[in-house]
């Protein structure tokens, strides 16, 4: 008698497409435009090696010239740079006993498969900020700090909650102060990414608006037109003394690129028929990178970097000019 099988419900070849169809359109990030998937950096990711090299054009420089009849006009030539991105090598695999599944009533294979997806966003959002670690740890030991703002103090006494003179906490001077840092090109900035904390002080200033964008089911919470994504993932750390301080980062679009590599098999289940298991077990290749500021690669024991090495300042060195970059940080309490 024929039997429907896990595997008759998961092909591999149709999930993996799955996969990344639902990796495009579920995703906050890529929603919010902060991170765009680009075509152009699917092909590197699948064109081999594990840096990939993306040269650009710098800005013209020099002096213009006087004209005049008797003089050439002396030849420039516009100059040329290198960014650097790093492929991102990760894996899963879980297991299931036959037995679970017959004493549970249900089926623990099927329920990880509708799951992995999520997993796997969290797992990508853990690297984006690892990556905002590792380049703004950089910006803040080669740079002076200067896409850094701090709105916070250090001390927990000397903290001005949202009802009070000069507030510590977010506020609109600590947003507005932040996209300060870009001069003349602070208009590029579209989405803020803060924890929920900040939020909170945003909404008991009154200041958040909440607006449903077209393909949209729900409201989504906007602050001077700029998308606000809620995220306790966002990074805080200790105050010098005591306190907390929280990181939130402000985007323009496209400021991550997204390229989807293909590991050479994405997904694929293995039976132990001995021990009653089954393994599921997925694998991405893929690149996550801040537009203008390269991998360096300077401090990576391994085939690919975990997110503590992607946070590692050495490892990041920026090549943009400043203005033309498309991230800045606020720190506030």
Same mark, same amino acid.
């Given at each position: 008698m024929a039997k429907v099988k896990i595997e008759d419900i998961l092909i591999p070849d149709v999930w993996d497409a799955y996969f990344l169809e639902l990796t495009a359109t579920k995703s906050n990030l890529i929603d919010s435009g902060i991170v765009v998937p680009d075509p152009n950096l699917d092909k590197l990711a699948l064109g081999g090696g594990n840096t990939i090299k993306m040269p650009f054009f710098s800005d013209l420089t020099g002096d213009d010239q006087i004209l005049s009849d008797g003089t050439p006009l002396v030849t420039g030539k516009i100059g040329t740079a290198h960014d650097y991105a790093r492929l991102h090598l990760r894996g899963d695999a879980r297991s299931v006993n036959d037995l679970s599944g017959a004493l549970s009533g249900t089926d623990p294979l099927m329920v990880i498969a509708n799951l992995i997806h999520s997993f796997w966003m969290r797992k990508e959002q853990a690297v984006l900020i690892a990556t905002l670690n590792g380049i703004f740890a950089d910006n803040l030991a080669n740079d002076a700090g200067d896409l850094i703002h701090k709105h916070a103090v250090e001390i927990l006494a000397n903290q001005v909650q949202w009802n009070g003179a000069s507030p510590t906490v977010m506020c609109p001077e600590a947003i507005i102060d932040g996209q300060a840092l870009l001069g003349d090109s602070q208009s590029r900035f579209t989405a803020i990414a803060m924890h929920s904390k900040c939020l909170t002080d945003l909404v008991k200033q009154e200041l958040i608006d909440y607006k449903q964008p077209s393909g949209v089911s729900t409201s989504l919470p906007y602050y001077l037109d700029k998308r606000v994504i809620i995220d306790d993932s966002c990074p805080t750390r200790v105050g010098t003394t005591d306190g907390t301080i929280y990181k939130s980062y402000l985007f323009a679009e496209g400021a991550i690129g997204r390229g989807e590599g293909a590991a050479p098999v994405p997904s694929e289940f293995e039976?132990?028929?001995?021990? !009653?298991?089954?393994?599921?077990? =997925?694998?991405?290749?893929?690149?996550?990178?801040?537009?203008?500021?390269?991998?360096?690669?300077? !401090?990576?024991?391994?085939?690919?970097?975990?997110?503590?090495?992607?946070?590692?300042? =050495?490892?990041?060195?920026?090549?943009?000019?400043?203005?033309?970059?498309?991230?800045?940080?606020?720190? =506030?309490?």
């Open positions: 039976r132990d028929a001995l021990a !009653s298991d089954t393994h599921f077990i =997925t694998r991405r290749h893929f690149l996550l990178h801040p537009r203008g500021i390269k991998w360096v690669e300077t !401090s990576v024991a391994g085939e690919a970097p975990t997110n503590a090495e992607i946070a590692d300042a =050495t490892n990041w060195d920026r090549v943009y000019e400043k203005k033309n970059l498309r991230i800045a940080m606020i720190e =506030t309490n």
